[in-house]
């Protein structure tokens, strides 16, 4: 029996609903694989998406980079509890008891507690990761002690492929070519704009009027977070059809040491609650679900104008790669994620926060909150609390409007906006009694 026969109908619809210029998607279902592709890669040029397209994964990588952490750890090599500076002295941050006591932990699980967004670009050298790492002891403030709070954090997988480049005495791209893309029998995949090139690659749209963005390539310093690889669908399938299998390749070479799937996904840190649909906690690279009683893995991925959902579930045996370059993104995501998991391995996907049909009684909170990618000015205003964003460094290249959103109560200091954003309603929280105005990341109060 063929596997999801309308799946090139579901994402078509999709595609239209949602305003998406072009998306790819692959399932797997035990040895099954179903692929589809709907409209263009850039809607400049009119290329049409094929299900070979190659999209950029953005922070999916992650799961690569802690892939590659984790054969150091099986041979010895790492310690997860162990100093990060013990294997990369030259790591630091401005505080200095978190430089030294820092651990290889508590960077695959976002817990490091040092700025997460620094995009500086150091250049397109083997070095600019660790040109990344030398900027980093000037500039990375400490949002939190280490291991006090979850707070995503993009730095951290930097130094971590830093730490892989150290130890393998090579660059983070050729240790991941040699020990992780090679060995699965990776084809589409490109961790360069000019090996891109060699594919139909998709470049991502902004804004109503779905705008080519015109920088494809970003800062290479942060490619083990995510910023510059590019891969078709299938190729994450393949990717989690590796780790449904304890570690081993289609082909029967062994890529991870038995168990280490396992360990990837037992819980390290618990999320703040905001809803039965966003990851309960984090693993060792890995966001975690727990949709009826079954658990989901995997992870997001994000660059301008691209967005890729990548979900695993293990009791079942399904792998899901969503990608898409643009238009109401997570609309399209939920519509196709909702029905393939529910066709495949018999699981809901929880329903997203919308606002509430009422007003609840909440805290009035006010006060201005940075981070390196933005300020935001909270203020209480009638039925819940306006945010001003202003982006700053790299994501006011990327867009520079000032944008006010009014965000509405939805009880325990979480509010959920009241206009949806690329299909969904953003959330945020407020953590430590103000302390913090927390969306994935902790940003710390400034006044």
């Given at each position: 029996m063929t596997l999801l026969p309308g799946l090139q109908e579901l994402i078509d619809r999709a595609a239209e609903r949602h305003g998406v210029p072009g998306a790819a998607v692959a399932v797997g279902a035990g040895s099954e694989l179903a692929e589809a592709a709907t409209g263009v890669v850039n809607r400049d040029t009119g290329v049409e998406a094929t299900p070979d397209s190659v999209f950029q994964i953005?922070?999916?990588t992650k799961v690569w980079t802690a892939s590659l952490v984790m054969q150091l750890v099986s041979e010895g090599l790492v310690?997860?509890?162990?100093?990060?500076?013990?294997?990369?002295?030259?790591?630091?941050?401005?505080?200095?008891?978190?430089?030294?006591?820092?651990?290889?932990?508590?960077?695959?699980?976002?817990?490091?507690?040092?700025?997460?967004?620094?995009?500086?670009?150091?250049?397109?050298?083997?070095d600019a990761v660790e040109k990344l790492i030398a900027f980093m002891r000037a500039n990375a403030t400490q949002v939190h002690p280490p291991g006090a709070l979850f707070s995503y954090?993009?730095?951290?997988?930097?130094?971590?492929?830093?730490?892989?480049a150290r130890l393998r005495g090579t660059t983070w791209e050729s240790a991941l070519r040699e020990r992780m893309i090679r060995p699965l029998g990776?084809?589409?995949?490109?961790?360069?704009?000019?090996?891109?090139?060699?594919?139909?690659?998709?470049?991502?749209?902004?804004?109503?009027?779905?705008?080519?963005?015109?920088?494809?390539?970003?800062?290479?310093?942060?490619?083990?977070?995510?910023?510059?690889?590019?891969?078709a669908p299938r190729e994450l399938v393949?990717?989690?059809?590796?780790?449904?299998?304890?570690?081993?390749?289609?082909?029967?070479?062994?890529?991870?040491?038995?168990?280490?799937?396992?360990a990837m996904r037992t819980p390290q840190v618990t999320l703040p609650a905001m809803g039965a649909r966003p990851p309960y906690a984090w693993g060792l690279g890995f966001m975690l679900f727990e949709w009826n009683d079954i658990q989901v893995v995997g992870h997001d991925g994000g660059t301008p104008g691209q967005t890729t959902s990548w979900r695993m579930v293990p009791e079942r045996d399904v792998v899901v790669a969503i990608t898409v370059n643009g238009g109401a993104a997570?609309?399209?995501?939920?519509?196709?994620?909702?029905?393939?998991?529910?066709?495949?391995?018999?699981?809901?996907?929880?329903?997203?926060?919308?606002?509430?049909?009422?007003?609840?009684?909440?805290?009035?909170?006010?006060?201005?909150?940075?981070?390196?990618?933005?300020?935001?000015?909270?203020?209480?205003?009638g039925d819940g609390l306006d945010v001003t964003a202003i982006p700053k460094g790299f994501a006011a290249e990327v867009d520079s409007e000032v944008k006010t959103v009014r965000y509405l109560p939805l009880g325990d200091d979480r509010f959920v906006a009241a206009e949806p954003e690329e299909g969904v309603h953003p959330q945020i929280a407020f953590l430590e009694d103000g302390r913090y105005l927390y969306n994935l990341r902790a940003v710390p109060r400034e006044s």
């Open positions: 953005g922070s999916v310690g997860l509890d162990e100093p990060v500076r013990r294997y990369l002295p030259e790591f630091g941050v401005l505080d200095a008891d978190a430089t030294e006591s820092v651990t290889v932990r508590q960077l695959l699980s976002h817990t490091g507690g040092f700025d997460g967004d620094l995009f500086e670009d150091t250049g397109r050298g083997d954090c993009n730095s951290g997988y930097c130094v971590l492929g830093a730490l892989v990776v084809t589409h995949m490109a961790l360069y704009a000019e090996e891109a090139v060699l594919f139909r690659a998709a470049v991502g749209h902004l804004g109503e009027a779905l705008e080519v963005f015109p920088r494809w390539q970003l800062p290479q310093s942060n490619a083990p977070a995510g910023s510059t690889p590019c891969a393949r990717l989690g059809r590796m780790f449904l299998a304890d570690g081993v390749a289609e082909d029967g070479t062994r890529v991870l040491p038995p168990g280490t799937f396992a997570g609309g399209f995501i939920d519509d196709v994620l909702t029905e393939v998991l529910a066709a495949t391995a018999g699981v809901t996907v929880p329903a997203r926060v919308v606002p509430p049909p009422s007003p609840v009684p909440f805290r009035a909170r006010s006060g201005r909150f940075s981070s390196p990618l933005a300020t935001y000015e909270v203020s209480a205003a």
